[in-house]
T-cell receptor, first 110, second 114 residues
């Protein structure tokens, strides 16, 4: 079965502390992984995707196929990073269907 | 702004009723996706259309149906509404709906069934 698991509902850190939002996936094929972010009262927007291997707003994520993980990391959290973060899996095939995790709320305290 | 628009923003209705949610994709995008976000189920894929044709189906109830019109806007019809249908319904669009594209999300329609 295709599944994305984000074990933490809420992650609370202080400004300047490192952040790691966990994401594990279950998929037998070749996965494509994404992180989406939803700031308060805003729409869901793409943060980064594993095939781009880029850093957006200081966030990075590395796909670890051995551990079937795609954790999101940032070395120094900022208050403006407070938001809901969703990890998503897109399966192979001629469709763009995304399978989302339950989401993790990141709260960065001053 | 991603350009995907959804109407209405909010909808309050009663059990047993039927509602229609509307989505206009970004200019030039041919594929539309519908997702449901609820407290207990999280964000779930419902259905995808590409250029008027259904391309993929997810956990969409039989009471729900969707279509994409020639002008590429899409409607999600929810009938015989139940309390558990209360959720935020998102529409997203992408260029052709294939695997490697970015999906751009709309602001959502918040449905409350009383």
């Amino acid at each position: 079965a295709q599944r994305v698991t984000q074990p933490e509902k809420l992650l609370s850190v202080f400004k300047g502390a490192p952040v790691e939002l966990k994401c594990n996936y279950s998929y037998s094929g070749s996965p494509e992984l994404f992180w989406y972010v939803q700031y308060s009262r805003q729409r869901l927007q793409l943060l980064l995707r594993h095939i781009s291997r880029e850093s957006i707003k200081g966030f990075t994520a590395d796909l670890n196929k051995g551990e079937t993980s795609f954790h999101l990391k940032k070395p120094f959290a900022q208050e403006e990073d407070s938001a809901m973060y969703y990890c998503a899996l897109r399966v192979s095939g001629n469709t763009g269907k995304l399978i989302f995790g339950q989401g993790t709320t990141l709260q960065v305290k001053p | 702004d991603s350009g995907v628009t959804q109407t209405p923003k909010h909808l309050i209705t009663a059990t047993g009723q039927r509602v229609t949610l509307r989505c206009s994709p970004r200019s030039g995008d041919l594929s539309v996706y519908w997702y449901q976000q609820s407290l207990d189920q999280g964000l779930q894929f419902l259905i995808q259309y590409y250029n008027g044709e259904e391309r993929a189906k997810g956990n969409i109830l039989e009471r729900f149906s969707a279509q994409q019109f020639p002008d590429l806007h899409s409607e999600l019809n929810l009938s015989s509404l139940e309390l558990g249908d209360s959720a935020l319904y998102f529409c997203a669009s992408s260029a052709v709906g294939s695997q490697r594209e970015t999906q751009y999300f709309g602001p959502g329609t918040r449905l409350l069934v009383l």
